[in-house]
């Protein structure tokens, strides 16, 4: 009897190891890991939390709390996000430039990802890696070739909005054919084989079978376009005549330099409002026309579950 | 003439360097459920989607009813196919998915919607037109392409292993099935598959394939019972194999030796001379108490007794030194053999068929298996 009582009883521990225990059990959630992720979430946002905190100060310190006001967005008659016509060109010129950005950038990659997913020939194979080359580009290299070819070459764009637009688009599109390229090979051919075989022109099978299956990925890639370059600095820096086409962080980062007030953390607040609206719609969007398709997968998570729990 | 006839002429298809389909030659009369049989990689699959134009011939014709289809695209041609995954559309629901083809034929609305709900009825799933294909079971995802291919009227229906992704008892029903189905429309079905129990049950003809080749084309029960070559005698079912020299010809058939003994074969290439395999099903092996020294006879020892529900399988090692396998049927009696048993094994010469070894000697399955696997990787520079 006392011998079976020994075998159960737990072995007794110090603190630490028991701390350890809880930590690294095999058995248990991997705690570790939970507690690495909280650290990194926590390290990431309390600086962006504190900058949309102060963002409401009623005084003009960045520093130093003192009450909540919407003076900064648009309560101040001179320096509030909606006065000041700075600011106020600024929020208007990133959001021209991410829209237009959004409608070309989108359907050139759409065509381009299909493009290189279904043609294998000569040249598919350098053309699909040098696709990859506008994402590890350093983003100052192609501002400053962009702004030589503007000003040298091409010389009737110019800088200036469409110098801009131009250059968001050039970068933008590897997103989209990135992006949309790995849902391609997600669904395979069978699809399009199926409506051919059903009657479906190839036309026919890209707009009633290819692209309603590709629209989860083309709504997200819009999103992260738009997302890009709303958040885009360099390349708008370069390709700007001044004044009227500063965007955003442009104006963000001189205000900073000069004397900064509250207000540049509005229009800060408001540019990350903004781009986690355009990715949660992205995001949404692609549950929603993905549901079917994840519920198998569902299905064996739910057994995962009821499994774990026993 | 029934619609749907088919004839491949020196139908090839060559990959890189893989030569997947070697000058085929076969022709299907319409109305018949033909098969495509063999181990994955001899080219079956290739030659079902160069009918259904999925694939470009590499060199040869595909008549459809007197007509050179080879080079039509898919679209264009009077065949549908379905899927071994399906390939039922994931955005469309069971009604959209069966309406596909009509629209974009341009058919009217109501002929549309008639025609929608006779499929679905023929296929057993009215009432289901509201579901999404993952709101379906793998049988009712089945029946639903099955729908969608047969609305459009095809001459031809392509099936590429389609009970390939169901559970074996959903399987059986559905050959059955499946069958009835293709007498009911009375159309030429080109079914695709590796199993050789599917193809013997629903086929009226098939085509065993090996190496981009048919190796025999015939009736279900011709082909089981008298394999041309090796390669069909040991791909379809269980088959004992056995070395052997031909002495020539008697009266009913083919003297064959074996070492010391000697047997006569009814089947099989009678006329042949030198070394031969000789090969009998498990079934048709009888065995007798040990002594026995009639004609047809092999002496040899039970080395295992194996039960396997409906029979019971004796591998028996003969004088010659090789494993013969036999099948007794269970009866529910006691077998009196065990291990060790010195029995004979009776070859009934109607039974036993002498094949040719040529060089299209049959590869072990498995084997053939894994040369389709690594294929591909060979035509790399290496």
Redesign the interface.
Known sequence: MSAVAELQAPPTRSSVGRFRGWLTNPWGRPRFLVVMTWAYVVWSLVPVLIAVQFSFNSTRSRTVWQDFSTRWYWGDPVDSVWHDPGLRSALVQSLKLASADVLIATPIGVLLAIGLARWHGFGSRPSNFLMLFPLVTPEIVMGVSLLLIFTEVFTFVGTGTTAQILGHVTFSISYVVVIVRGRLFSIGR??E??????????T??LV??LL??L?PAIVASAAVVFAISIDDFVISQWLSSGGDTDTVPIQIYSATRAAPLPSTNAIATLMMLLTLASVTLGFLVWRA?TR??R??GAKVAEEFRTFEMR | MARGEIRLIGLSKEFADVLAVDHLDLAIPGGEFFSLLGPSGCGKTTTLRMV???ERPTEGRILLDGTDVAYT????RN???V?Q?Y?????LNVFDNVA??LR??KRPKDELRERVAKALELVQLTGLEKR????LSGGQQQRVALA??LV?NPAVLLLDEPLGALDAKLRKALQIELKTLQREVGITFLYVTHDQEEALTMSDRLAVMNGGRVEQVGAPQEVYESPETLFVADFLGVSNLMDATALGTTGGGCRVALQRFELEAGGGASDAKGPVKIVIRPERVELEPHGNAAPNRLPGMVERVIYVGSAVQVIVRVATGETLQALVPNTGKELPYEQGTPVALFLPVDALRVLPVGERAAPPEDAAETAAETAPVSTGPS
């Open positions: 069978q699809y084989e199926a409506a051919a075989d059903l009657g479906a022109s190839p026919g099978a009633r079978v309603p299956l629209a026309f079917g398709e519920r198998a | 259904a134009g999925f695209p898919p679209h264009k065949v549908n196919t899927f995954n390939a039922l559309f994931p955005h596909f083809g974009r034929a999404k294909a993952s709101q969608r291919a459009l």
